[in-house]
């Protein structure tokens, strides 16, 4: 998952208002159909040896989409893309090799990081070798240009040929009084920081982990760039791209200070309004490898067509895709991805055979799509956003499923970026008829809500909704059901280890959640009203744009 620590323990509830309207109630052969046996089923399959941690472009994807297929048969739902299952997403294949050493110069000496335990590097440009030689470093701060926050970063500054070192999330985290606060913001993201490089003319562009703003260990930083990467297809071959993108570990950031002749005085000078850059009087050079691979990739797509205004849709979505076989932990190399995301795609099928069950069909289509590329980057939601096959101004809303919990049956459940729209107070209404409550993202500043698909449908307007599963277990409680999240977190979360145990696993809490996530479409899809963003969301004036309304 391009996100994570959707586990993690949760604080106070939400306070919401449920939009008064009345609407249908979902009937006992539909809840049913949503169940643990079933869901054990899906997650067994899909993440066993056989499909090889479903990869893009591997035998992987081939078997992936192919059982997808076959389930969405077996329930009764039509394809989802004119005549097919399938939405083909052009993607190329990158496998960037860099120097095995990144040497960065001064009068004083010099700093070496090592590949993948002090540095990580790649690049976009679709050639066989890029290079960047004797690259003038200049510490950006954030690197963010953030007009509304009156932030700029690169004011003033000329960064062409120039490689920039920034740092990873916003100003907010530790001034409150800037951007959102701990909540973070797109312009924290590591992604929005390469963009914005690009756009800036750098040759190169590195980012300085640091496990609590970033939100993760070095480890998933190493994990994720030491295998080859995906990205869609462009006119330019991504030239518009910075040459190099990457990423330094903490201690090598600070070597490089010090080599500067600089302390760690800067990081803390950078989350100043007016922070201006810093040129370090540093230089690196660094070649970096590839080996191409252009290939189409696929978005499953199912649909239940709505009986009443079938050109009306709602999209419930969870990626399929994982990282393949890669580098050998404890003795595996598949990455199976059962948590991350087995999970999610399993309680796409048990919402699709709900939604089929129902006695009263739904008046408006129900979309399922099953993502290819999310943890590339997003890239089959993103695709999809620009190729969409329902209207974006018919497209009601988007509820997305990336890592269910393992915690069991818990009094809570999470919703993500809480504050965005009002299908966080459909959600509210279901957990109550559960005996549930919602409660905030315990973590704002690792920013989820800008990390799993439903991003790309905020992006483009459509109300998204993105929830975790609650740690507050009813029987072993709040601490309990911390601790599974963490140890998941430390010791499974993208890696070969997370796989699944029939013995282990408990699946009421999964059970629950679709539930509520199924109770909560089920009424979206039987109204005539539009769910709306809320005063204060970025994505409320690009809705508007495109109302249906």
């Not at 059982?67 to 997403?89: D, H, M, R, T, W």
Request: contains cysteine.
């Amino acid at each position: 998952m391009y996100s994570f620590l959707v586990l993690i323990g949760f604080i106070a509830a939400a306070q919401a208002q449920v939009p008064a309207i009345k609407s249908r109630i979902p009937d006992s052969a539909a809840i049913k159909a949503i169940n643990g046996k079933s869901f054990a089923r899906h997650i067994s399959i899909l993440a066993s040896d056989e499909f090889k941690g479903r990869k893009p472009f591997t035998i992987g994807e081939t078997k992936t989409i192919n059982y997808l297929q076959a389930e969405f048969e077996k329930i009764g739902l039509k394809p989802g893309n004119g005549n097919s299952f399938f939405q083909s997403v052009p993607m190329v294949d990158i496998k960037s090799v860099p120097g095995e050493k990144l040497v960065i110069k001064g009068e004083n000496g010099s700093v070496t990081a090592t590949y993948l335990t002090g540095f990580v590097a790649g690049t976009k440009h679709i050639e066989p070798s890029v290079s960047i030689l004797n690259s003038p470093l200049v510490f950006a701060g954030y690197g963010i240009v953030a007009p509304e926050y009156n932030w700029n970063d690169y004011a003033g500054l000329d960064v062409k040929g120039k490689t920039v070192v920034v740092m990873i999330n916003d100003p907010g985290l530790k001034n409150p009084n800037l951007f959102k606060g701990k909540n973070m913001t797109y312009y924290g993201r590591w992604t929005y920081k390469f963009e914005e490089a690009a756009r800036q003319g750098a040759t190169g562009i590195l980012i300085i982990h640091d496990d609590i703003p970033a939100g993760y260990p070095w480890s998933v930083v190493r994990s994720g760039w030491s295998k080859s990467k995906l990205q869609l297809e462009t006119s330019d071959n991504n030239k518009s791209r910075a040459v190099v993108e990457g990423w330094i570990s903490l201690d090598i950031a600070r070597q490089l200070l010090k080599l500067a002749g600089k302390t760690e005085s800067l990081f803390a000078e950078a989350q100043k309004p007016g922070f201006k850059a810093v040129d370090l009087k540093l230089s690196t050079s660094l070649k970096i490898n590839n080996t191409i691979k252009k290939s189409v990739s696929k978005n499953v797509l199912a649909v239940l067509p709505g009986t009443k205004r079938a050109d009306e849709c709602i999209i419930y979505s969870a990626h399929w895709d994982h990282f393949g076989v890669g580098e050998i932990v404890k003795g595996d190399s598949v990455y199976h991805g059962a948590v991350d995301n087995a999970t999610g795609v399993a309680a796409l099928l048990e919402l699709a055979a709900a939604f089929k069950k129902s006695r009263i069909q739904p008046e408006r289509s129900v979309l399922f799509i099953s993502f290819t590329g999310e943890e590339q980057g997003l890239l089959g939601s993103e695709y999809y956003a620009k190729h969409p096959v329902f209207a974006i101004q018919k497209t009601v809303a988007n509820v997305n499923m990336d890592m269910m919990g393992l915690a069991g049956k818990t009094k809570d459940i999470v919703i993500y970026g809480y504050g965005q729209s009002e299908l966080e107070d459909y959600a509210e209404a279901s957990a109550k008829k559960q005996g549930r409550i919602i409660v905030k993202d315990p973590v704002p500043s690792s920013g989820l809500y800008y990390r799993s698909d439903h991003f790309n449908f905020a992006k483009v307007g459509v109300p998204a909704l993105f929830t975790g599963s609650g740690v507050d277990h009813v029987k072993f409680g709040k601490a309990w059901g911390m601790k599974q999240a963490e140890d998941y977190i430390k010791a499974r979360y993208h890696s070969p280890q997370d796989s699944f145990d029939e013995k282990t696993w408990d699946m009421e809490g999964m059970v629950e959640d679709v539930r509520l996530l199924f109770d909560m479409g089920y009424r979206l899809s039987t109204e005539q009203r539009y769910p709306i963003w809320k005063k204060g969301s970025e994505f409320k004036a690009i809705r508007e744009k495109v109302s249906p309304e």
